[in-house]
C-alpha cells in the first residue's frame, strides 16, 4: 500500500464522541503521523501548514480533521519527490545520461565505420590500380561499383525501417557492408568482375544506413535537438573519412593494401554486439529509460504511429518533396567526386604522394565534422528563438551550396598546394551546413514516412554518385580537372535556386 493510501486509511473521530476524546484524538497525532511530523523535520524545511500539537486548533468537524490529513499527504509527496531528485543526482552519470542522445552517438558511430569501410577504397586504389595496371576509366568503374548496390537499398531501406524498425535494419546493414568489405582483397584477387559484385554488395548494406537511422530519430530525438543531433551523426561521416584516410597510408606501407579492408571491417561486428544491447527503435520499447525522458520526448516529438500504408500519391504529389531529391542529386554530385576523387587530385595535380594525400584529404573531413556541428547548434539555435523552421533550412542549406560552389570556382587560378588544400577545406566546410538545411527537412515535411521520404532523395543523390564518380573518369581522360569542378558548381547553382522556390520546413504529409 502507498504512503498515502496509508495516511487516509486513518478514520476521522466519531461524532458520537465525547469533546474531551475527540481533542485527544485531533490534538495527538497518530504514531503514523508522528513518524511524518519528525521525516519533514529532519529534511530541513519548515511545514507551513502542519502546526504542532501544542498550536493545532480545535477541529469543528471531521472535514477539518481530512484537511489535516491531506496536509500531510502533501508534505509527504513533497518528501518523496526530494527523494527521487536526491536519488538522481547521487546516481552514476551514465545511469542518468539521456538515453536518446545513447542512440545518437550509436548511430554516430555507425556512421563513422559507414565511411571508413567506404574511403579506404580511395586511397587503396592507387597501389591497386598499379598492381593490376588499371586506366583512368577502370578506376572509375571501381569507385562507382559501390553506388550500383547503394542505390537498390534507398527506398526498400526506407520501407522497411518505416514498418519494421529502425534498429533492426540498421543493425543488418552495418553486419552486411562490414563483411563485404573484408571480401573485397578477395574478389580482387579472383578479378575485375568479382571485385565489382564485392563493391556493389558493399553499397547493399551502407544503402540502409541513412534511411534506417533518419527513422529512429524522427522516433527518439525532439524537434528542438533535430538539427544538433543529426549534425553530429553526419558528422560521424566526415570522421570515418577522417579515420580512414588518416589510417590507410600507414597500413598499406606497413602491411599492404589488403590491411585496410580486414581491419575496418571487423570493426562492425563490435559496434553490432554493443547496438544488439542498447539500442531500441522507439523509446516505447526501451524498458530501462527514465520516465521523465520518454515524458519529454512524447509531448515534444512527433507521431509515432507505425506506417502500414505509403501514400505513394501524396508524397509524390508535393513541390517540397520534389526540391529535396533536386537537391540531394545537386549537393550529392559534388560532394562524392571529393569523396572518391581527392586523394587522385592530391596525387596528380598537386604532386603529393600517398602518405601526403591521405593525410591532406584529412583535413576537409575534419572541417566538416566541426562545422557540421556548429551549424546544428546555430540551427536549432534559431528555432528555439522564434525563427520560422523553414526560413532556418533555406539559410542553411544556401551556405551549404553557395559556400562550395565559390571555393571550387577558385581552384582553377590557384598554383600554390597549400592554398589549393585550404580551399578544398574550405569548399567541404560549407557544404556540412547541409546536414542543417536538406538532410534536416525529411522529419521537417513527413515525419511518419521519413525513412521513405530520405530513401527516394537519396536515391537521387546515389545516381549523382554513380554518374559523378564515373563521368570524372571519363572527363579526366578527355579533358581536365577545372571541367570537373564547372560540372559540379553548376549544379550547385542550380540547387540553390530549387531549394529556395519550393522548399518548406512545415509539415505537409501528416
Known amino acids: 500500500m502507498s504512503s498515502r493510501a496509508l495516511l487516509f486509511s486513518f478514520s476521522p473521530p466519531s461524532p458520537s464522541s465525547s469533546p474531551k476524546s475527540r481533542t485527544r484524538t485531533n490534538h495527538s497525532p497518530s504514531p503514523f503521523l508522528s513518524h511524518l511530523l519528525s521525516r519533514r523535520k529532519q529534511t530541513g524545511k519548515v511545514w507551513a501548514d502542519v502546526k504542532s500539537e501544542k498550536h493545532l486548533p480545535e477541529p469543528s468537524s471531521k472535514y477539518q480533521d481530512l484537511s489535516l490529513h491531506k496536509k500531510v499527504a502533501r508534505a509527504l509527496d513533497i518528501d518523496e519527490d526530494v527523494e527521487d531528485e536526491e536519488t538522481s543526482s547521487s546516481s552514476p552519470w551514465w545511469e542518468v545520461f539521456p538515453k536518446r542522445w545513447v542512440i545518437v552517438i550509436l548511430c554516430f558511430s555507425a556512421f563513422l565505420l559507414c565511411n571508413m569501410d567506404r574511403v579506404n577504397m580511395s586511397i587503396a586504389i592507387l597501389p591497386m590500380s598499379a598492381e593490376y595496371n588499371w586506366n583512368p576509366t577502370t578506376v572509375g568503374l571501381v569507385q562507382s561499383s559501390f553506388f550500383w548496390g547503394y542505390l537498390l537499398t534507398q527506398i526498400a531501406g526506407g520501407i522497411w525501417a518505416d514498418t519494421v524498425g529502425g534498429k533492426q535494419v540498421l543493425g543488418f546493414g552495418v553486419v552486411w557492408w562490414s563483411i563485404a568489405t573484408i571480401l573485397t582483397p578477395v574478389a580482387a584477387k579472383l578479378g575485375l568482375p568479382f571485385l565489382l559484385v564485392a563493391r556493389a554488395f558493399m553499397g ?210 590557384i598554383n600554390s598546394p597549400v592554398v589549393a588544400v585550404l580551399c578544398m577545406t574550405c569548399s567541404q566546410g560549407t557544404d556540412a551546413f547541409s546536414q542543417s538545411g536538406l538532410y534536416s527537412n525529411h522529419q521537417d515535411i513527413a515525419p511518419r514516412y521519413s525513412g521513405i521520404l530520405l530513401g527516394l532523395s537519396n536515391t537521387a543523390g546515389v545516381l549523382a554518385g554513380v554518374l559523378g564518380t564515373a563521368a570524372t573518369g571519363y572527363i579526366l581522360q578527355h579533358g581536365s580537372w577545372d571541367d570537373v569542378f564547372k560540372v559540379s558548381v553548376g549544379l550547385y547553382l542550380v540547387g540553390t535556386v530549387v531549394w529556395n522556390l519550393f522548399s518548406t520546413g512545415e509539415k505537409i504529409i501528416d
Open 204 to 413: 547493399v548494406g551502407e544503402g540502409v544506413a541513412m534511411p534506417a537511422m533518419n527513422n529512429i530519430l524522427s522516433k527518439w530525438v525532439p524537434v528542438a535537438e533535430r538539427s544538433r543531433s543529426l549534425a553530429l551523426v553526419y558528422s560521424g561521416m566526415y570522421l570515418g573519412s577522417v579515420t580512414g584516410l588518416a589510417f590507410s597510408p600507414f597500413l598499406i606501407h606497413q602491411y599492404g593494401w589488403p590491411s585496410v579492408f580486414y581491419s575496418f571491417g571487423s570493426l562492425g561486428t563490435v559496434w553490432f554486439c554493443i547496438w544488439l544491447s542498447k539500442a531500441h527503435s522507439s523509446p516505447l520499447d526501451d524498458p530501462e529509460m527514465r520516465p521523465e525522458e520518454k515524458k519529454l520526448i512524447a509531448t515534444n516529438g512527433l507521431s509515432k504511429d507505425p506506417v502500414k500504408e505509403i501514400p505513394w500519391r501524396l508524397i509524390l504529389s508535393k513541390p517540397p518533396v520534389w526540391a529535396l531529391i533536386v537537391c540531394h542529386f545537386c549537393h550529392n554530385w559534388g560532394t562524392f567526386i571529393l569523396l572518391t576523387w581527392m586523394p587522385t587530385y592530391y596525387n596528380q595535380v598537386l604532386k603529393f604522394n600517398l602518405t601526403e594525400s591521405g593525410l591532406f584529404c584529412v583535413l576537409p573531413w575534419l572541417t566538416m565534422a566541426i562545422s557540421a556541428n556548429f551549424g546544428g547548434w546555430i540551427a536549432d539555435t534559431l528555432v528555439t528563438r522564434g525563427v520560422s523552421v523553414t526560413t532556418v533550412r533555406k539559410i542553411m542549406q544556401t551556405v551549404g551550396f553557395l559556400g562550395p560552389a565559390f571555393f571550387l570556382t577558385q581552384l582553377s587560378h
